[in-house]
């Protein structure tokens, strides 16, 4: 069975228009029929840091969330939100605070549904190449006690090319999808996914600009996935 897993820094919801417009950004994951979502930027940056997608409307648009911190308003941890279809439940949450100069973190989450059991993350390394090196190491030794196939997937911040951009644990892959940012004319590939042991992809890409209704800076990343072990 294939999962489509999206990923998508939303800017808090502020378009290139500087309009901050939630609808617009669900109509765009609804257009591109993901069955999981990764967000960055879903919260404002303050306390109480209420989401940039209301509640209501991500569960109108046929989503359940990740209740990463219940006590905040926040539909995510730092920004850092999973979205998922019905068929998924959520047996474990990790919200993660990340090392480094700013204030980071990330949201881990073991999933089952459809026959299967899979490790998500989202996540939204620094500015500082030093700071995302040990946050993508403090990720995945926090994700290997919930168990693979791991999928990551978030603003990485990273544009150089090559899968030993990160020194990731052996049979490990980084997928840059496509040139994700700037939205108005993309030229960097920051959003990407990477991807743990026992996961076959069959297909990837960014959603052109174009079909994005200049929803946020970034452009949403998509990838096909299939999963062999599960233990």
């Known amino acids: 069975m294939t999962l489509r897993i999206a ?21 765009v994951l609804r257009a591109m029929a993901p069955d999981i979502v990764l967000l960055q930027e879903a919260d404002r940056r303050l306390p109480p840091r209420h989401p940039a997608l209301p509640l209501d409307a991500v569960r ?10 219940p006590r905040t308003v926040s539909i995510g941890h730092h920004g850092n939100a999973v979205l998922l279809h019905p068929d998924f439940a959520t047996t474990r949450i990790e919200p993660l605070d990340l090392p480094g100069l700013e204030p980071r973190g990330a949201v881990l989450t073991r999933i089952e549904g459809r026959g299967m059991a899979l490790t998500l993350g ?5 500015l500082k190449r030093r700071d995302r090196l040990r946050q ?5 030794a926090a994700a290997a006690p919930l168990g693979g ?41 920051l959003d ?40």
């Open 122 to 126: 989202a996540l939204h390394l620094g």
């Open 149 to 189: 196939p791991v999928v990551l997937g978030g603003d990485l911040n990273e544009w150089r090319p090559g899968p030993e951009v990160f020194d990731l644990p052996p049979g490990w892959t980084l997928l840059a999808p496509g040139k994700s940012f700037h939205a108005d004319a993309p030229m960097l590939p």
């Open 7 to 27: 990923s998508w820094n939303i800017r808090k919801a502020v378009g290139l228009d500087w309009r901050r417009n939630p609808t617009r950004v669900l109509h």
């Open 136 to 140: 993508m190491a403090h990720v995945i």
């Open 60 to 69: 109108a648009a046929g989503w359940n969330t990740v209740d990463a911190d």
């Open 192 to 231: 990407r996914f990477v991807l743990g042991r026992g996961i076959t992809l069959h297909g990837h890409g960014v959603l052109p600009r174009q079909q994005c209704a200049r929803a946020s800076d970034h452009l949403p990343i998509w990838a096909e996935l299939s999963f062999g072990d599960t233990a």
